[in-house]
């Protein structure tokens, strides 16, 4: 591709994703409460209320993947095109790194398990940063370990401090762009690449949703965390350096962070020098995600949360009622037959005639009969709901 | 610049301005509230239910007091038991903070590849001592357990709020 092209379409397409930020937001917030024991079921009752879609976080989860995918591409671009000028590079690596800031922020927010766990491994990076590691986690966590003061925080930086930082870096950056910029709104390129970005996060929204995993479980020995796309390489160079965590917590992200400072200061490099600084940075990227993900090809894929709540009902069903119930749910299990219990065939339409699933829960939650044991204080109410899903998909269908 | 010139900018007052109106804010991050070292023993099951030797996950239902919140999380240590003695590992890895799994008899972290021995001991990788041994007292039959977590990252164990 053109370098200019190449240029300008990451830059339309990191305005694009940053003013989605910017408006999907507040509504996102409008349905989110900053505590631990809240967040999860705040974010799921707005996923129910969009029918399971929950389009409004897609698009923001989205636009921040577009925001870090085109801003890295942007200053890849106008470093291949020759050396910088201070006044816009120094900006604009400024608001990359507050991109970053806000993804590792706006992780933790819904609480689930892919939250918990990576924000986990984050700090524990951070906590092996030399010297000013462990405060700074401290400082971010309100205290020595996840809890009560995180949410508060980290929902504070990433509504209010870091907003605000970025709105003042990308005031700085078009300032500095002002002549470019004006052209580009003048010429019909630009904007059509622009248009093009939001279509593009529309579709992405629309048919692939933003995950959300089971809630959080600090005690699950199954969950194997994994940092975001975005974040592999560096995961890997942690894998391929093993025993110096310091390397993947200061090392790297500190000869990244002076190589952006020190870019538009250093003699410039010839055209030749640039290309096969690009290619090796291209190639190192490519070839490290790569081998991360060759590496876990084994790992099982995560659930999403309704999928694990189907499966544990699944297996909650299997374990305490297929013994009476039967596996196919006609009431014809090996226990009820043994022993001449009375349990219900779920698979008879006159079954049906009476229940509804506000029964359904009432029963298997306080028992129903003498026959019938109460799970209430065995399961949890979640476990209890998708167990009376479970037992409504034997509900034979109309004409059947 | 002289100093002159220095005064008649608006970028020094501003700093002035942000640091007059910013500090109670930045006091109230800075405020961390000190660990409170929680001495409850936590029920880890019967002594009996133990397998004799090798290592076996158990839940624990950890109540803490955090902040202005009471609240219970889930957290998983290891135990082993030998004869009338059991012994309890945390399962949190002290580089990272993952949950270390047994693989063979040792335990391995699923994270960065940090490998410990069958005592818990650290073998390789990125963590900086091995597994945190937790107080353990039987009682009336019961297995339990003194939880705590400790700062990651660094070869010390030093006990941590939660």
């Known amino acids: ?400 | 610049m002289r100093r002159r010139e220095l005064l008649r900018s608006w970028k020094p007052w501003l700093g002035v301005l942000a640091a007059g109106a910013g500090w109670p804010t930045l006091a109230r991050w800075l405020h961390l509230e000190p660990a409170a070292a929680d001495e409850t023993w936590v029920d880890a099951g019967k002594l009996g239910d133990l397998p004799e030797d090798g290592w076996e996950p158990r839940r624990l239902a950890v109540r803490r007091r955090d902040h202005w919140r009471e609240s219970v999380r889930s957290e998983t240590v290891y135990l082993r038991r030998r004869g009338e003695a059991v012994e309890a590992l945390s399962a949190v890895c002290p580089h990272g903070g993952c949950l270390v799994r047994q693989q063979a008899d040792a335990f391995a972290c699923p994270c960065h590849q940090g490998r410990f021995d069958s005592d818990g001991g650290r073998v390789e990788g990125p963590a900086r001592r091995g597994l945190d041994p937790l107080p353990v007292r039987i009682g009336r039959g019961r297995v339990q357990v003194r939880h705590r977590l400790f700062r990651g990252g660094i070869s010390d164990r030093e006990p941590v709020a939660g």
């Open chain 1, 1 to 400: 591709m053109r370098p200019r092209l190449a240029r300008e379409a990451a830059g339309a397409g990191s305005l694009v994703s940053l003013v989605v930020l910017v408006l999907t937001g507040p509504g996102l917030m409008a349905g989110y409460v900053p505590s631990e024991a809240e967040a999860f079921d705040a974010v799921l009752y707005v996923r129910r209320l969009e029918g399971g879609a929950g389009w409004l976080r897609s698009l923001h989860s989205h636009a921040a993947s577009g925001a870090v995918a085109c801003g890295a591409l942007f200053l890849l671009a106008t470093a291949a095109a020759g050396r910088p000028r201070r006044g816009m590079w120094w900006p604009a690596s400024g608001l990359f790194l507050v991109l970053i800031g806000l993804c590792f922020t706006g992780y933790l927010l819904p609480m689930d398990q892919f939250a918990w766990w990576g924000n986990r491994v984050r700090l524990g990076i951070v906590e092996s940063v030399p010297l000013v590691g462990g405060w700074l986690a401290d400082v971010l966590r309100g205290g020595g370990s996840v809890g009560a003061a995180t949410l508060p925080r980290y929902y504070a930086l990433h509504t209010a401090v870091l907003p605000w930082l970025a709105a003042l870096l990308l005031w700085r950056l078009l300032a500095a762009e002002r002549e470019g910029l004006a052209a580009a709104l003048s010429a019909r390129r630009p904007l059509l690449l622009a248009g093009l970005a939001l279509a593009a996060l529309w579709t992405a929204a629309l048919i692939a949703p933003a995950a959300l995993e089971p809630r959080a479980d600090p005690s699950d020995l199954e969950y194997t965390p994994r940092p975001e796309w975005y974040f592999l390489w560096l995961f890997q160079i942690g894998r391929l350096t093993e025993g110096q965590a310091w390397v993947q917590g200061a090392l790297v992200p500190g000869l990244g962070l002076l190589a952006l400072v020190a870019l538009p200061l250093l003699p410039p490099l010839s055209a030749r020098q640039r290309a096969a600084a690009v290619a090796a940075l291209v190639a190192g990227w490519t070839a490290l995600t790569g081998l991360a993900l060759w590496e876990d090809r084994d790992l099982p894929p995560r659930p999403g949360y309704e999928e694990a709540l189907a499966a544990r009902a699944d297996a909650i069903y299997a374990d305490d009622c297929a013994s009476c119930h039967g596996s196919t749910g006609r009431g014809d299990g090996s226990r009820s037959r043994s022993f001449g219990l009375d349990a219900r065939d779920f698979t008879s339409p006159g079954f049906w005639q009476t229940a509804d699933p506000d029964r359904l829960v009432a029963a298997i939650r306080d028992g129903l009969g003498e026959d019938m044991p109460a799970f209430g204080r065995k399961l949890s109410d979640e476990e209890i709901g998708a167990l009376a899903e479970r037992v409504e998909r034997f509900r034979p269908r109309a004409g059947e």
